[in-house]
């Protein structure tokens, strides 16, 4: 089974703060993914990455960067927190070309910043 | 662009009952990709069916069932003899598979909530 896991189920963060978020799985896939969910917007890609040290933004990628040193590992990075930062954060990879194959999700961040 | 729209916002229905999801898109790609993902309240989205655009044939998984027409650009989704472990937010989404499009797009999301 495909296991993707997030450093952190719940997060409370201050305005500033600079934010780690870590996914990390082990199936060997090629592609990651951070998604924030919002209610009544659904999930919105704000990276991804098909390889190691790739990087292409999403659809929201302000206040947000990303780090992929290695294949199994993808950190969504808040540089300096915001309140409308609040959020839902998931991580997803998968492992052929995304248009095609199946995401599979880890179990969400709940980041709160106040 | 591609959109997907689910229409219902909130759906609540007396365990045992049938109830059908639905789930309309747009794109302009020939072959494209459908999913259908289910989030339970613990959070993780867990992934249901994929479905690509030239297989219109539809399927069946125990009490899970997906109607995908191609005329009406749907893809819904009936959950027969509800149970309350049923209850989850359902998500469609569509990815295509020419580079710009491959990313999924995702609806807003159906409540459902089952009443034992």
């Known amino acids: 089974d495909v296991k993707v896991t997030q450093s952190s189920r719940y997060l409370v963060k201050r305005t500033g703060e600079k934010v780690f978020l870590e996914c990390v799985q082990d199936m060997d896939h090629e592609n990651m993914f951070w998604y924030r969910q919002d209610p009544g917007l659904g999930l919105r890609l704000i990276y991804f990455s098909y390889d190691v040290k790739m990087k292409e933004k999403g659809d929201i990628p302000e206040g947000y960067s990303v780090s992929r040193e290695k294949k199994e590992r993808f950190s969504l990075i808040l540089e300096s927190a915001s309140t409308n930062q609040t959020s839902m954060y998931l991580c997803?990879?998968?492992?052929?070309?995304?248009?095609?194959?199946?995401?599979?999700f880890g179990p969400g961040t709940r980041l709160t910043v106040l | 662009a591609q959109k997907v729209t689910q229409a219902q916002t909130e759906i609540s229905v007396v365990e045992k009952e049938d109830v059908t999801l639905d789930c309309v898109y747009e794109t302009r790609d020939t072959t494209y990709y459908l999913f259908w993902y289910k989030q339970p309240p613990s959070g993780e989205l867990v992934f249901l069916i994929r479905?690509?655009?030239?297989?219109?044939q539809n399927e069946i998984s125990g009490r899970y069932s997906w109607n995908f027409q191609k005329s009406t650009s749907s893809f819904n989704f009936t959950i027969t003899a509800s149970q309350v472990v049923d209850s989850a937010v359902y998500f469609c989404?569509?990815?295509?598979?020419?580079?710009?499009?491959?990313?999924?797009?995702f609806g807003t999301g159906t409540r459902l909530t089952i009443i034992p």
């Open positions: 997803a990879s998968s492992l052929d070309w995304p248009g095609t194959d199946t995401q599979y």
């Open positions: 479905r690509n655009s030239f297989d219109e």
């Open positions: 989404a569509l990815s295509g598979i020419n580079f710009g499009n491959e990313k999924l797009t």
